[in-house]
């Protein structure tokens, strides 16, 4: 479910069940391409990514919170 959540696309698209929309949700095309691709991955490493993905994004996140702390 988290991997839809970030992919911004429903559970029935990201087993197949559904085609995806025409309309790309990240802008990043090699970003996009790998993600689709996540779909066939075993779970356990699917569950990995998660966890990889929520970290760069809790950082990155941080960093900007943190960023306009000092600046403000």
Same mark, same amino acid.
């Given at each position: =479910? ?5 992919? *911004?696309? &429903?559970?029935?698209?990201?087993? /197949?069940?559904? +085609? %995806? &929309? ?7 095309? +090699?970003? *996009? ?8 991955? %075993?779970?356990?490493? *699917? *569950?990995?990514?998660?966890?990889? =993905?929520? &970290?760069?994004? @809790? @950082?990155?996140? =941080?960093?900007?919170? =943190? /960023?306009?702390?000092?600046? /403000?």
């Amino acid at each position: =479910m988290k991997l839809a959540d970030i992919l *911004q696309i &429903s559970l029935d698209e990201l087993a /197949g069940r559904k +085609e %995806p &929309s025409a309309d790309p949700k990240l802008r990043n095309y +090699e970003l *996009q391409r790998l993600c689709q691709q996540c779909d066939v991955l %075993p779970d356990e490493d *699917q *569950q990995a990514l998660i966890v990889m =993905m929520d &970290s760069l994004v @809790k @950082k990155a996140h =941080m960093t900007r919170v =943190m /960023g306009k702390t000092a600046a /403000g």
